[in-house]
């Protein structure tokens, strides 16, 4: 079996799937950062703490790539997906070809394989319209 | 501070031009400028050359090749927004009294560079562009949401284009000169969904180049100076601060900025050039720059005001659309063209009694914010 490596170090947490984005939270002001940085963006703080961010969002904007990109073939989708939080995750979205894609559904965070490198399976985080619909 | 003029400009044609390497259209517009400055080349004191993709010192090798040298000689990157930045850097050092006279030069040759045919991405590693991210994506995730949200139909929004490359066809500078169809643009292929190539700038090689001099010595040199009235150059801001996708944050404070500095507001512009990469651009920008409010951009367009012989004219060059966008000299090509328009110089494209011309570009993703920078300048006579 393939090593699963991150495709990034320090922005989530995952066990064989399942797992969170690990944001901060500003003791200060109440900013929420995503990725985790040494002080707070919005006022410069020093004091945060690390948050598990909400697994569920609503579909902000998604677009269907017809170009390839470094690690990925034609077409696929991506989109912002809005936290309760407030914040906004860029990330690839899963099932849209089974799934019709719309503004304000509701999505729910997944852990997978985002592309072979060598013996490893990068793993990273990508988003899937949640069962249980949702509109705007 | 002092006012300041530009008495020059000049451009390569834009197209694609795999024969020419990059100095060599820097230095075919650097040329074009300081002829129709009336200067003698050694004349320069310091130069700004911006560029994203041509490598090493290239402003130098731009220069050298029409005799300047041992001058004060910066390289400017900034995206798509560099050209401007190059502009507004040589403001500043003839405002603050630095120097008398100075060029602007934007260059950029995408068919030799090693982005030739592909779309253009964030830097290397970048969160978003590892995850798949790339320029159109970018404006195409805002257009689905603008399209979605305000009820605006991609036959709406394929008429900037269809208006732009009908500007494009006056403009002897512009990389495509033919008339589009909406039923063209819509139905050419997908890029990033709802986006199709028809909707999108092409890839472009050119450049373009500015001199400039204080206004009390413009008239040493030309009778038709035209001035810098702002100069406004601003950095992304945080996306957790960007409240909405379709609206630009970042031109909107810009704007407001350059009006404040010009002493005009939207009004007073009698013609633009701002930055449609992408159709939907433009009509999103014509709300920030303040031509309209939000929810009649379309009208605006459709009643023809942006268009030749309306109120504001837009893109009056074929914008990025049509005339191209040779990134890193996108904005000093937009310069030269509101320099033409306000000296009379516009030919087919001109805009009757222009006095007033405002300049918008903005450019470079990066993770976490808006976009990379933003400039507009406002030029008057």
Redesign the interface.
Known sequence: MKNRVPFREGLFEETSGKGSLIGARCRQCGQIIFPRREACLNCLGQDLEPVRLSRNGKLYAYTIVHMPSEHFEPPYAIGWIELPEGIRIFSQIRDWQERHLKIGMDMKLCFEKLWDEEDKEIIGYVFRPSMNGGGI | MREVAIIGVGSTVMGKFPEMLPYELGAKAARAAIQDAGIPPKDLQFAYCANLYGGMVIGQAVLGEIGITDIELTNIENACTGGATAIRKAWWDIASGLYDIGIAVGVESITTSYMAGK?I?PAKGD????????M??RF???Q??YM??FDVSLEQIAKVSVKNHHNGCMNPYSQYKKELTIEEIINS???????TLLQCCPSTDGAAAAVLVPLDLAAKYTSQPVTIAASVLKSGD????WED?TFSDMTFKCANSAYEMAGLGPEDVDVCELHDAFAVNELQHYVELGFCRRGEEVGLLEDGATALGGKIPVNTSGGLLSKGHPVSASGVAQIAELVWQLRGQAGDRQVANARVGLAHVIGGEV??LESGAVAVHVLKT
């Open positions: 779309l991405t969160i978003t562009g590892v995850l798949g991210m790339n159109v994506a195409a995730l805002s689905r949401r979605d949200m292929r997908p890029i990033c969904e709802p986006i945080y996306s957790f601060h996708m993770t976490g």
